[in-house]
């Protein structure tokens, strides 16, 4: 019997010298993991290989984590080769303990977190067996002097990679329930685990969101009202995505900005007013006012956050959302997202502008939008000298020669211009990709290049460099490195102590 009313060690029980029964009781706790596309290839092939027995194998992870909720990062799946099954059949897999223990030790080395992977290959809705009760608990158990940081977890698959996962919470010793997996394919797909499924969308919504059910159905705007989503930067590109994002029902934002308004903001961002602009309020603050009186009282989730977005504090709250959103007009800002969305499997979208005036006349201008999806699509490292060439040999030669410059205007050290009717346009290419990410209404382009004089949008092509440091599939890229990967932007702390290994019995 699962029970989620807070956790405390599951206890074997024995009624009546029946045959011993475990019973578990389930930590508060709730976990997540997320594939890119190749690892979720490679486990679906191995998981899948062979339908008339079960078989098993094991994902090495970092983790993501905070007070209720842990994320584990699929890096590498390590097969069980024959000789290392202890048993196999139909309705039993069980592996050799020294196996398991060779894996224990890489992990402890290497810093990984471990889920075990098996197959129910007979069903469509996979549970735990009381077996598996059995194994699990004490495999949990016995490498609970591991922890922290060591997590194990343990997931079951049907024949239609359908699943039910678990994973050990070792403050309490007991389970915690993995209630969802992403796959980073293009679109992300989210499976939700045996009876995870989220709860139905709010019908009393339909009154404000009638015309968007009307395009994307029930189940398109339930999706919408899932994410939490965190746009980085609140100037004029920033606030109109926020606007769009807000007023598509997007569950949760989160709005980070550190800069304050001023007068020469109000020509272009969204929700300032001059008597806030005069006494220097914070943009986010002023948009998530602005914002929040636009949504049902019950739905006010958007949240300012004054912050550098580099700082200790900001990353964490960018690591609790689904999606990222940057648009800053620094290169390192924008770096720095692209490395988190790497290092924690986050879809990231990047947007600018641009606008070149030559003798009072405009001569140029655009922006792109950019969809990074980790380990699918090109990340921004890829991009950088690609991009341009892919863009420009679809402009004419004098907008060539002018495309894709940003910063100053020609031949004078002022700042760039900004116009609303750009960042308008550039905002919501962005918004509907991210709509297409969410909801899987029509194909996403992982980039778009936005002609203003020419009036026109067209793809461009964004390849993967199969080297790149960032988003490779080789063993030392920051694909999937979770904190290990951010480590030079954080504070050192303290390394924890080495643990002893110990060999668990198979399972």
């Known amino acids: 019997m699962r029970t989620h009313q807070g956790g405390v060690r599951a206890v074997e029980v024995n009624p009546n010298h029946a045959p011993t029964a475990v019973t578990l009781e389930y930590s508060p706790m709730t976990g997540e993991a997320r594939f890119p596309q190749a690892v979720w290839e490679q486990l679906r092939a191995m998981l899948l290989a062979d339908l008339s027995r079960e078989t098993k194998c094991f994902v090495l992870c970092r983790t993501l984590e905070s007070s209720g909720r842990v994320v584990f990062l699929a890096r590498e799946v390590v097969p069980v080769p024959d000789e290392a099954y202890a048993q196999r059949s139909a309705s039993l897999v069980e592996t050799r303990p020294e196996f398991i223990h ?173 008597a806030q602009a005069v006494r220097g309020w914070r943009k986010v603050r002023a948009l998530a006012q602005r914002l929040n009186r636009a949504r049902p009282p019950e739905r006010r989730t958007v949240a300012p956050l004054p912050l550098d977005v580099r700082t200790r504090e900001a990353l964490a709250h960018l690591l609790s959302c689904d999606l990222i959103v940057g648009a800053v007009d620094s290169a390192v800002a924008r770096q720095y997202l692209n490395t988190v969305a790497m290092c924690a499997l986050i879809p990231y979208l990047d947007a600018g502008v641009g606008v070149r005036s030559e003798n009072g006349r405009l001569a140029q201008g655009g922006g792109q939008v950019q969809v990074v999806i980790p380990g699918a699509t090109a990340c921004l490292a890829c991009t950088e000298r690609g991009i341009r060439q892919s863009v420009e040999e679809q402009l004419t030669p004098h907008q060539r020669e002018l495309s894709i410059r940003g910063g100053y205007i020609q031949g004078e050290a002022i700042p760039n211009p900004q116009v609303v009717f750009l960042n308008g346009v550039v905002g919501n290419l962005l918004v509907w990709e991210l709509v297409k990410l969410a909801t899987h209404c029509a194909p996403v382009q992982p980039y778009i290049y936005y002609d203003l004089l020419g009036q026109h949008a067209f793809p461009a092509r964004a390849e993967r460099n199969p080297n790149c440091l960032l988003c490779a599939a080789h063993p030392d890229s920051l694909l999937g490195q979770g904190l290990y990967g951010l480590m030079g932007y954080l504070t050192p702390r303290r390394a924890p102590k080495s643990k002893p290994i110990p060999t668990p019995r198979g399972g």
């Open 102 to 274: 060779a894996l224990l030790v890489r992990c402890a080395r290497e810093g990984y977190a471990l889920l075990e992977a098996h197959t129910h290959p007979w069903t469509t809705l996979p549970r735990f067996s009381s077996v598996d009760n059995r194994s699990d608990l004490q495999k949990f158990q016995t490498t609970q002097p591991m922890s922290p940081p060591f997590r194990h977890g343990s997931l079951v698959f049907g024949c239609d990679m359908s699943f039910e996962g678990r994973f050990w919470d070792y403050t309490r010793e007991a389970m915690a329930t993995i209630t969802r997996l992403q796959v980073l394919e293009t679109p992300p797909r989210t499976l939700y685990g045996t009876d995870c499924q989220p709860p139905d969308w709010a019908r009393t919504a339909l009154a404000v969101y009638d015309r968007q059910v009307r395009a994307f159905g029930l189940e398109g705007q339930a999706m919408l009202s899932r994410l939490r989503v965190a746009v980085v930067g609140a100037g004029g590109l920033g606030s109109q995505i926020a606007n769009a994002l807000a007023l598509l029902g997007v569950g949760h934002l989160l709005l980070i900005d550190p800069d304050r308004l001023e007068l020469s903001n109000l020509n272009r961002v969204v929700g300032a007013s001059y």
